[in-house]
C-alpha cells in the first residue's frame, strides 16, 4: 500500500469500523421495529444500539445528536402527556412527537449507513450479497451526488442574495414555492448536465463490460461484525418479550 | 517505434442523429509514441474525430457513419463500445463532471473493476500509476475537495490506469491555471514516452508544443490541412488566428501581464471599489457555530479599483481568486480588513446591493422562466406602478437587443448556448445598476474569436462606468483586454 492509504488506514485504527454488511443488517431490523410499532423498551434499545457505530466509528458527534434529538423527543412525548388535561392542542406535540420517535431506530440506523461506510466498501459489500448492478450502480451515483448538492446548493443561495433575494429560512417560508422554483430548477438541470457528462465517463471507463465486475476493497466479516449483527437482533426479543 | 497505425480515421463522414453532418471526409492516423493535435474553432469537428476514436460515437453518441475508424483493431460502429476501455483512455473538458466515485482510490480503480481485475492486481495497479505520474499526495482524497488541475490529474492518471495503447484527450485544460497545465505536460510526456499514441484536441496551444508531431487543422467538419510541428510553427501568425487558433507562445502575452501588473491606477476620480488591509478565507465551523481558527487565509494586497477599468484577478488554483471575489460580492465577511464602496466602508449587505457575479457555470445563477422575465426579474419582484413597470420593460428590450440577445428573449434561459447565457447574466447586472462585475473564468474553453468577442463585451460593460473584475487563468485575455491586473501569487 502506498504511503497515504497506510496513513489513512493508521488515523483509522482504534475507532470501529463495521462491515456495511453488518450495518445493513441493522438497518433492515431498524425497519422491522418500525413496522411492529414497538414499544418503548425496544425503540430506546434499538436507538442507543444502533448509534454505537456512529459513536465509535469516528462520528461521535453525529451519534451523539441523534441521541440528543431521540432524547428531547421522549422528553416532549412525557411532559405532553403529563399536561395533556389543561391543554388539549398538547396532543399534537406529543402525537409529533411520537410518530418521529418511531423512526428514530430508522434514522439512526440509516446514519451510520452514509455517514461511516466508504462508498468503496459500500460497492463491494453490495456485489458480494450479488446485488444487481441496476442496484449498485444508482447507489455510487447517488454518493457521488451528495456532496455536489451541498455545493450546489451554497452556489445558487448566493446568486440570489446578489439578485437582491435576501432572507434564509423566512424568505423559504413566505414564499415557498417560488423559493423553491428558484432553487429547484437550477439544481436539477445542473444534475441533469452532470449526469449526462458522467454517463460517458462512466462508459469510457468500461462501465457495464461484460464479465463480472471485480472490486478493489476485499470485505470480510470478522467476528465483531457477526457480534454487531447479533446485538442489533436484542430489540427485536426485547420486543417479543415486552410485546 | 512501431510503423503501423494505432488510430485510423479514413474517409470518415459522421452525422449525429437528427442533424447535418458534424464531419465530412476525414482522413488522418495516429501511431504509436506519436502526439497529434486536433485544432480550430468550436463546432469544427474536432470533438467529434475524438469520440470516433474512442467508440463513443456513433456507440454512444449515435449517428450515421460512412468510412473507417479504427482503433487499436476496434472498428467504431461495429466493436461494443465496452470493449473500448481496454484499448482508449479518455480524458474530457470539465473536471468536475468526470469522476465517478467520491474517494480518489476508488476512482483510480474503477476503469480495473469493470475489467474484472482480482483485488490484488487492482492494488498493484492503482499503486504503479500513482508512482508513474507523481500523484502520491492524491491518493485517498475525497475528489471534491480536489483543485480543478488535481481532479484533471486524477482523471489522466484513472483513463491511463488500464495501460491502454491510445489516449484521448477532449480540451483537457479548459479550466486550468499555468502550474496545472505544465504538471498535465508532464503526464503526457510521460504517457508519449510509453509509446502511447496520444489525441488532443485543444484550444489553448502554447502548453504543450514541444510534444506535438502533427497538427490536425479542422474547420466547419473539414480537415483543412496536416501539418508537421515544424511547418505548423513556421506558418504566419496571422494564417494560425484567421483559423480562430490560441497562440503557440503566451510569452509575449506574459510580459505584458508583468507590465500592466506593476501599472498603478492611471484613472481619475474615486475609485468605485478600495481594500485596506483585507484578509480573505474561512474559518472552520465548531459544533456551536463558533469560529475555531482560520482554515484558509490570505493577505490582499491594499488596491483600487475604478470604474470603466477592467482588473484581471490572477493566480494558481487555490491562490484565492474566488473568496476575494465572494468577498468582495459581500457573500462572505473578510477575515480582518475594510472594503471601501465609494470611500465609505461597506458591510458585506451593501456590498452584494452594488456587486453583479457571473459565474463560471452560469445556470446556477439563471431562474426565471424566459430570457425577457430573466432580465425583468428583480423589477417585478420589486413591483411598481404601470409606468415603472413599461419604463424597465423598454430598458430590458434595449439591453436584449444590444447584447444580441433580442431574437431569442422569449426563450428558456436554460436552451441558450453558453456564450448566450453569459450575455444574459451580464445583461441582467446592467439592469439591477450595480456598481461592479465579477466574472469567474469568462472565456474557459473558447476559441480565439469568442475570447476576443468576450473581452469586447467587458469593454462595453466598462465603458458604461461600471468596474469590471474578471478571475481568470486565459494568458491572452489578461494581455489583450485588462488595464490592470492583481496578482495572488
Not at chain 2, 98 to 103: N, T, V
Not at chain 2, 360 to 364: A, G, K, R
Not at chain 2, 441 to 446: A, D, I, K, Q
Given at each position: 500500500m502506498t504511503q497515504t492509504a497506510v496513513r489513512a488506514a493508521r488515523a483509522h485504527t482504534g475507532s470501529l469500523r463495521l462491515d456495511p454488511r453488518a450495518k445493513l443488517a441493522m438497518l433492515a431490523v431498524a425497519n422491522v421495529l418500525m413496522f411492529l410499532h414497538t414499544g418503548p423498551a425496544a425503540q430506546s434499545l434499538a436507538v442507543v444500539l444502533f448509534s454505537l457505530p456512529l459513536l465509535f466509528g469516528g462520528k461521535a458527534a453525529a451519534g451523539a445528536r441523534m441521541l440528543a434529538v431521540y432524547g428531547v423527543l421522549c422528553a416532549v412525548g412525557w411532559a405532553s402527556a403529563l399536561g395533556v388535561d389543561r391543554l388539549p392542542w398538547l396532543h399534537i406535540a406529543g402525537a409529533t412527537a411520537a410518530g418521529v420517535c418511531m423512526m428514530m431506530p430508522c434514522l439512526t440506523a440509516g446514519m451510520a449507513m452514509f455517514a461511516t461506510t466508504r462508498p468503496g466498501d459500500m460497492v463491494c459489500a453490495m456485489r458480494r450479497m450479488r446485488a444487481p448492478d441496476a442496484l449498485v450502480i444508482p447507489v455510487v451515483v447517488v454518493m457521488r451526488f451528495f456532496p455536489t448538492i451541498r455545493h450546489d446548493y451554497r452556489l445558487i443561495r448566493q446568486s440570489l442574495r446578489l439578485r437582491g433575494f435576501t432572507g434564509g429560512g423566512m424568505a423559504l417560508a413566505r414564499r415557498p414555492l417560488r423559493s423553491l422554483e428558484y432553487i429547484l430548477v437550477p439544481l436539477l438541470m445542473n444534475a441533469a448536465n452532470v449526469a449526462r457528462d458522467l454517463t460517458v465517463a462512466g462508459l469510457a471507463r468500461g462501465?457495464?463490460?461484460p464479465g463480472e465486475p471485480t472490486s478493489m476493497v476485499e470485505l470480510r466479516m470478522h467476528a465483531v461484525d457477526w457480534l454487531a449483527v447479533a446485538l442489533s437482533l436484542a430489540p427485536l426479543a426485547v420486543a417479543a418479550v415486552t410485546g | 517505434m512501431d510503423g503501423t497505425a494505432l488510430c485510423e480515421v479514413r474517409d470518415c463522414t459522421f452525422a449525429y442523429?437528427?442533424?447535418?453532418?458534424?464531419?465530412?471526409?476525414v482522413t488522418l492516423h495516429v501511431r504509436a509514441g506519436e502526439l497529434v493535435m486536433l485544432v480550430g474553432?468550436?463546432?469544427?469537428?474536432k470533438t467529434t474525430v475524438t469520440r470516433l476514436i474512442n467508440g463513443?460515437?456513433?456507440?454512444?453518441?449515435?449517428g450515421t457513419l460512412t468510412g473507417h475508424a479504427c482503433t487499436g483493431g476496434l472498428e467504431a460502429g461495429r466493436a461494443?463500445?465496452?470493449?473500448y476501455a481496454r484499448v482508449v483512455g479518455s480524458v474530457f473538458q470539465n473536471p468536475k463532471t468526470?469522476?465517478?466515485?467520491?474517494?480518489s482510490t476508488d476512482e483510480l480503480a474503477f476503469p480495473c473493476e469493470n475489467a474484472g481485475m482480482p483485488a490484488p492486481r487492482i492494488r498493484e495497479r492503482v499503486r504503479q500509476v500513482a508512482a508513474r505520474f507523481g500523484i502520491?499526495?492524491?491518493?485517498?482524497?475525497?475528489?471534491?475537495?480536489?483543485?480543478g488541475g488535481q481532479q484533471q490529474r486524477l482523471a489522466v492518471a484513472s483513463a491511463a490506469v488500464l495501460e491502454p495503447a491510445v489516449m484521448v484527450l477532449d480540451e483537457?485544460?479548459?479550466?486550468?491555471?499555468t502550474a496545472s497545465m505544465a504538471r498535465l505536460h508532464g503526464m503526457i510526456a510521460a504517457l508519449k514516452a510509453d509509446g502511447v499514441a496520444i489525441v488532443i484536441a485543444e484550444h489553448?496551444?502554447?502548453?504543450c508544443t514541444d510534444l506535438v508531431d502533427r497538427y490536425c487543422v479542422f474547420g466547419g467538419g473539414e480537415l483543412l490541412g496536416t501539418y508537421t510541428a515544424r511547418e505548423f510553427e513556421a506558418l504566419p501568425a496571422a494564417r494560425r488566428e484567421a483559423w480562430g487558433l490560441r497562440v503557440l507562445d503566451v510569452s509575449e502575452d506574459r510580459a505584458r501581464i508583468a507590465a500592466i501588473s506593476?501599472?498603478?491606477?492611471?484613472?481619475?476620480?474615486?475609485?468605485?471599489l478600495s481594500t485596506r488591509g483585507l484578509e480573505v478565507g474561512y474559518r472552520k465551523r465548531g459544533?456551536?457555530?463558533?469560529?475555531?481558527?482560520?482554515?484558509f487565509s490570505r493577505r490582499i494586497p491594499d488596491v483600487d479599483v475604478y470604474g470603466g477599468q477592467i482588473v484581471g484577478i490572477m493566480g494558481h488554483n487555490g491562490a484565492g481568486k474566488s473568496t476575494f471575489a465572494r468577498t468582495l460580492c459581500g457573500l462572505q465577511a473578510p477575515l480582518a480588513g475594510t472594503i471601501e464602496l465609494d470611500g465609505e466602508p461597506a458591510h458585506t449587505s451593501a456590498l452584494s446591493h452594488a456587486a453583479a457575479l457571473v459565474m463560471?457555470?452560469?445556470?446556477?445563477q439563471l431562474f426565471a422562466e424566459s430570457v425577457r422575465a430573466e432580465v425583468m426579474l428583480e423589477t417585478v419582484q420589486r413591483g411598481g406602478g404601470e409606468h415603472e413597470l413599461a419604463a424597465a420593460r423598454a430598458q430590458c428590450d434595449a439591453l436584449l437587443a444590444e447584447l444580441d440577445l433580442f431574437d431569442v428573449?422569449?426563450?428558456?434561459?436554460?436552451?441558450?448556448?453558453g456564450g448566450q447565457k453569459q450575455r444574459l447574466a451580464i445583461a441582467v447586472a446592467l439592469m439591477g445598476c450595480k456598481r461592479f462585475v465579477v466574472l469567474d473564468?469568462?472565456?474557459?474553453?473558447?476559441d480565439r474569436a469568442h475570447m476576443m468577442q468576450v473581452g469586447a463585451l467587458l469593454r462595453a460593460l466598462a465603458d458604461r462606468g461600471v468596474a469590471v473584475l474578471v478571475i481568470t487563468h486565459d494568458d491572452e485575455l489578461a494581455a489583450h483586454w485588462c488595464d490592470r491586473i492583481i496578482a495572488l501569487d
Open positions: 462501465l457495464g463490460a | 442523429s437528427g442533424e447535418g453532418a458534424a464531419l465530412r471526409n474553432p468550436s463546432g469544427c469537428g463513443l460515437a456513433p456507440g454512444h453518441f449515435t461494443p463500445l465496452e470493449s468526470q469522476y465517478f466515485h467520491a474517494r502520491d499526495d492524491l491518493l485517498d482524497r475525497a475528489i471534491v475537495d480536489l483543485s483537457p485544460t479548459s479550466n486550468l491555471d489553448r496551444l502554447a502548453w506593476h501599472l498603478e491606477c492611471p484613472a481619475g476620480g474615486a475609485p468605485v459544533m456551536l457555530r463558533r469560529g475555531r481558527g482560520a482554515v463560471q457555470d452560469v445556470h446556477y428573449a422569449d426563450r428558456h434561459p436554460m436552451s441558450l448556448s473564468e469568462p472565456t474557459s474553453g473558447l
